[in-house]
C-alpha cells in the first residue's frame, strides 16, 4: 500500500471550510483513498473514499487530482464537532492484500470558534 | 442500529492474568479486524478474519488469541504472554475483499494493574 504525507496540523474557523491535503506519490492504480477521523478516545470513523473521481457525502467532499498523487478532503462548514485526528489512507484490494488499514501521524485539525 | 460493540470500555489485567475483550457486530460483514493503538501512534494490526473459523495473524500477533466461531463475533485474548498489554483496541468489521470500508467500535483501553 502506498504511503500517505499529511500536514500534523491545521485549524479552521467554525462555520468556514476545512480543506485537508493529503500526498500519495506512489499510489498504484488499483489503490483506493480512503478517510477517516478520530475524535480522542473513540474508534476510527470512516468518512469517505474514492479511486479517481470526486466524491461527496452527507460528511464531506472528496477532491483527487488527475494524475491521483494527492487528495484533498474538504468539510464545507466545519463545527466544534469536526475537532479530531484526520486519516489519509492508500489501499489496495486483492487477494495479496491482507485488508489492514495503515494509519499514520494524521492531521489534527482543530475548528475554532 | 447496525453497528459494532466492543466491551467493556475499560478493562484492567493483573499480572500473569488472561483478558477477553468482546467485539460483537450486526452489519453481517464477512471479514472482523483487531487492531491496537499505542498513545501518538497509529493502528497496528493483531489478528483478521475473513469469514467464520478461519483467522490470520497480523503484524504483531505474539502474545494475543482470536476466534471466530460465529459471523458476528471476534473476540480478542490478551495472554499473559504479551508483557506490554496497556493499549487501546479497536474492532473493526468490513465486506471482504471489496472497496467497502472498514467500520470501528469505540474501542477498549486495557491497563496493567
Known amino acids: 500500500d502506498a504511503k500517505t504525507t499529511q500536514p500534523p496540523s491545521m485549524d479552521c474557523a467554525e462555520g468556514r471550510a476545512a480543506n485537508l491535503p493529503c500526498n500519495h506519490s506512489?499510489?498504484?492504480?488499483?489503490?483506493?483513498v480512503y478517510w477517516y477521523r478520530q475524535i480522542h478516545s473513540q474508534g476510527p470513523q470512516y468518512i469517505i473514499h474514492?479511486?479517481?473521481n470526486n466524491e461527496t457525502n452527507e460528511m464531506a467532499s472528496l477532491i483527487i487530482t488527475e494524475d491521483r498523487k494527492s487528495s484533498t478532503l474538504i468539510l464545507p462548514h466545519a463545527t466544534l464537532r469536526d475537532t479530531a485526528v484526520y486519516y489519509c489512507?492508500?489501499?489496495?484490494?486483492?487477494?495479496?492484500?491482507?485488508?489492514?488499514?495503515?494509519f499514520g501521524q494524521g492531521t489534527t485539525l482543530q475548528v475554532k470558534p | 442500529d447496525g453497528g459494532i460493540t466492543q466491551s467493556p470500555k475499560y478493562l484492567f489485567r493483573k499480572e500473569g492474568q488472561n483478558v477477553t475483550l468482546s467485539c460483537e457486530q450486526n452489519?453481517?460483514?464477512?471479514?472482523m479486524y483487531w487492531y491496537r493503538q499505542d498513545p501518538g501512534q497509529g493502528l497496528r494490526l493483531i489478528y483478521y478474519?475473513?469469514?467464520?473459523?478461519?483467522?490470520q495473524k497480523g503484524d504483531i500477533a505474539e502474545g494475543y488469541s482470536v476466534s471466530r466461531e460465529k459471523k458476528e463475533s471476534f473476540p480478542l485474548t490478551v495472554t499473559s504472554a504479551q508483557k506490554n498489554p496497556t493499549a487501546f483496541y479497536l474492532c473493526?468489521?468490513?465486506?471482504?475483499?471489496?472497496?467497502?470500508?472498514?467500520?470501528f467500535g469505540d474501542g477498549t483501553r486495557l491497563s496493567i494493574l
Open positions: 478474519s475473513q469469514i467464520v473459523n478461519d483467522f
Open positions: 473493526a468489521s468490513s465486506i471482504w475483499g471489496q472497496r467497502e470500508p472498514q467500520h
Open positions: 452489519l453481517n460483514h464477512d471479514a
Open positions: 506512489t499510489i498504484s492504480g488499483n489503490e483506493y
Open positions: 489512507i492508500v489501499r489496495g484490494h486483492g487477494s495479496s492484500n491482507t485488508g489492514k488499514l495503515i
Open positions: 474514492g479511486l479517481k
